[in-house]
């Protein structure tokens, strides 16, 4: 008896441990320069929208086959569970601004029943892009190849979080996991407005 009385009260000791144990915010990565972008309505989108707010980015091409309409899909199930966080907004940066325009990316958002509520497509200079790509969010861009089955622009597929800051918390595998990972990060900061690591 006195082993099972042992047993039950080390299993809850864990339990209560486990539970009690503080979350942790997602760390500061790095601040997002100044940028000068374009939106889906032609109107000028710089990094002073991304303040006030936790943002959500993607890197997509209206064009793409592959991994473009998966990360759309997974962007608008986030903005469907997040609709209870009033600072969340979502973003997708077109890497491919030759074909991109404003209206392109509008006809896109139209054809795939997408909520323009605070979700912003945008594009601009082929050199803006790069730079807010490469160098600003700091992922993965560049030209394809012509081989049949291969998509013309390669491109990061994953999620950045950005805080009220415009800082960058955190990149986020387009699966389960990292999907949920950022939902739980973003939720962590929505709660926390004033959490830095």
Not at 5 to 14: A, E, I, K, N, Q
Not at 135 to 145: D, I, Q, R, S, T
Not at 166 to 179: E, K, P
Request: glycine letters at 6%.
């Amino acid at each position: 008896m006195r082993f099972k009385t042992f047993t039950l009260f080390l299993v809850l000791s864990l339990l209560t441990l486990g539970c009690s144990k503080k979350a942790e915010p997602p760390p500061v990565l790095s601040q997002l320069p100044e940028f000068s972008l374009v939106d889906q309505n032609g109107q000028a989108f710089e990094r002073e929208a991304l303040e006030g707010g936790l943002s959500v980015a993607d890197f997509i091409f209206t064009h793409c086959r592959s991994t473009c309409p998966r990360l759309t899909a997974h962007m608008q199930g986030l903005q469907t569970r997040l609709s209870d966080v009033p600072n969340a907004q979502f973003l997708s940066v077109s890497v491919d601004p030759r074909n991109d325009t404003p209206e392109v990316l509008k006809a896109y958002m139209t054809k795939n029943e997408l909520s323009e509520t605070n979700w912003r497509f945008v594009t601009g200079e082929e050199q803006a892009i790069r730079e807010v790509v490469l160098n600003g969010f700091k992922v993965g861009l560049a030209e394809g190849n012509d081989q049949p089955g291969t998509e013309a622009i390669m491109h990061a597929n994953h999620f950045v979080l950005v805080d009220d800051k415009a800082q960058v918390r955190g990149y986020y595998r387009a699966n389960n996991d990292g999907i949920a990972d950022l939902e739980r990060d973003l939720r962590f900061l929505a709660s926390n407005p004033s959490a830095e690591r």
